[in-house]
């Protein structure tokens, strides 16, 4: 009787654990490169495991795609740049941001060395290449009003991620839009020297990228949020303190990535992480001056209409207190 009651015990607390684990899916941003790591890094180390979650995580096709298919739900949690959050929710998307990533705006603009272009006026005229829907092309128009510029002053050839760089190299665009993360290290390294320009530089600075989710998912399962969050927090520290195990990570489900050049994303990535405005908070934390500088460079910049609050598009009630 005594091995029966310890063999029912086990198989209980193996059935409670299996039902622990919520079947999660991520969608990237964007395709897999060094500051995507951490969350890779938790995979492997079982931080989301130990949290009940089993995470499948996707590239993405930029943040405005990210947007969507969470509110479509599709998938369970996103990674997209709040200017793209806040564009899907004005347009009806019912969704949240509940965890800041990168809260400093990452992008910028690059342009080829040899082009001689040493400042913003020197691309009128010129065509630089984008993708549709990606952040930085998002919020563009409020770079060329606060710098004076016409609507039409710089054109722009749409084509996917990997063709962006491609059309570079060929010299036929003389710049992109890029991350200062990501494409602006990843040029140089294939034989073209760039120059970048950072959005904030040009007087354009927006919130980074967030974790977002869709409001039914908050109301139904408050739970899977906290422990998303809380795996999430854990992930990036584990990365912060071994940056060597995060790229080991991410190469297991990429192994054509360029180690170097993963580890000089993921470092330059780290450095966007804190809000200027909460330097010592922890990760996941997000400032509301952030937030409600976004949106206000949008309704001005971008002639965004909304009545809506900046806290209709975050919250922090979910992160770990």
């Known amino acids: 009787m005594r091995?029966?009651?310890?063999?029912?015990?086990?198989?209980l607390a193996t059935t409670t654990q299996a039902r622990a684990d919520?079947?999660?899916?991520?969608?990237?941003?964007?395709?897999?490169?060094?500051?995507?790591?951490?969350?890779?890094?938790?995979?492997?180390?079982?931080?989301?495991?130990q949290h009940g979650i089993d995470l499948t995580i996707g590239e993405g096709q930029g943040s405005g795609r990210a947007v969507q298919i969470v509110a479509s739900g599709t998938e369970t949690f996103g990674l997209a740049d709040g200017a793209s959050i806040i564009n899907g929710v004005t347009k009806g998307?019912?969704?949240?941001?509940?965890?800041?990533?990168?809260?400093?705006?990452?992008?910028?603009?690059?342009?080829?060395?040899?082009?001689?272009?040493?400042?913003?006026?020197?691309?009128?005229?010129?065509?630089?290449?984008?993708?549709?829907?990606?952040?930085?092309?998002?919020?563009?128009?409020?770079?060329?009003?606060?710098?004076?510029?016409?609507?039409?002053?710089?054109?722009?050839?749409r084509v996917d991620g990997e063709a962006k760089m491609v059309a570079v190299l060929q010299n036929r665009t003389v710049g992109m839009l890029s991350g200062v993360e990501n494409q602006a290290l990843i040029l140089p390294r294939r034989g073209v020297a760039v120059r970048t320009f950072p959005y904030p530089s040009l007087g354009v600075n927006t919130m980074g990228l967030a974790i977002v989710v869709a409001k039914a998912t908050v109301d139904k399962n408050p739970d899977l949020l906290r422990r998303f969050i809380a795996a999430t927090r854990e992930a990036f520290d584990a990365a912060i303190a071994d940056p060597d195990a995060s790229i080991a990570a991410g190469m297991k489900v990429k192994p054509d990535m360029d180690r170097d050049l993963a580890m000089a994303q993921l470092k330059a990535g780290l450095t966007l992480v804190h809000s200027p405005h909460g330097e010592d908070k922890p990760i996941g934390w997000m400032a509301a001056q952030d937030w409600a500088e976004t949106l206000q460079l949008m309704t001005e910049y971008q002639d965004l209409k909304t009545d809506l609050p900046a806290t209709a598009f975050w919250t922090d009630a979910y992160l770990p207190r």
Do not use: Q
């Open 93 to 157: 998307a019912p969704v949240v941001a509940v965890m800041g990533i990168m809260n400093r705006s990452p992008y910028g603009i690059s342009v080829r060395a040899d082009s001689g272009i040493t400042d913003l006026k020197g691309l009128v005229g010129k065509t630089l290449a984008a993708t549709t829907g990606e952040a930085g092309l998002v919020m563009f128009p409020a770079i060329l009003k606060r710098n004076g510029l016409a609507p039409d002053a710089i054109g722009f050839l």
């Open 22 to 49: 919520d079947a999660v899916t991520f969608r990237l941003n964007w395709l897999i490169y060094g500051f995507h790591t951490p969350f890779f890094l938790g995979v492997d180390k079982g931080i989301y495991k």
């Open 3 to 11: 091995r029966l009651i310890c063999c029912l015990l086990v198989v």
